[in-house]
Every structure is written in structure tokens, then in C-alpha cells.
């Protein structure tokens, strides 16, 4: 799913973060070792936005993803999961 880029960086908790705006939705992506993309980047489906890590609130490594509508709430990511 394409969108732009609209945090990279370090977030309280989550730790190094990348969030990405699809339009109707958000997508964020948290505890990753390293970011690969930058704020205003266009991004596609398939692309490499960051590195698996542990950083932030975190035990162990692992990606947070979570799924936002456009007021910010979070929703059911489970629709969004490409298996």
C-alpha cells in the first residue's frame, strides 16, 4: 500500500518509529533498529521502511504495527496482514 512518509524518528515508548499515510488510514511501525526512510519519502507496497529491533518500551526484538484512521484512532489491523 503506497503512501508518504509522515514520522521517522523516536517516539516515547515506541522507540524508533515510522508512520505512514495512506490517505484514509495511517499505518505505524515501532521498536525497529533502524529507519530506512525520512519524513516526506513516498513509499510502495513491498518497500523496505526500517530494521526489526527492540528500542523503545520494548523486551525483546519484534515490529509494533498498528493501523490509525484519520482521527487518529486505532483500528483492526487483522484486514490489513498480507499473509
Given amino acids: 500500500m503506497s503512501g508518504t512518509v509522515v514520522h521517522a524518528g523516536w517516539m516515547n515508548g515506541y522507540g ?8 484514509e488510514i495511517s499505518t505505524l511501525y515501532a521498536h525497529n533498529s533502524k529507519l530506512l526512510v525520512s519524513v516526506g519519502q513516498q513509499v510502495q507496497g513491498g518497500q523496505q521502511i526500517s530494521v526489526v529491533g527492540s528500542t523503545g518500551w520494548s523486551t ?6 498498528e493501523v490509525r484512521d484519520s ?7 487483522t484486514s490489513y496482514y498480507i499473509y
Fill in 60 to 65: 525483546g526484538p519484534h515490529i509494533h504495527f
Fill in 71 to 77: 482521527r487518529g484512532e486505532k483500528m483492526d489491523p
Fill in 16 to 23: 524508533n518509529v515510522v508512520i505512514v499515510n495512506h490517505g
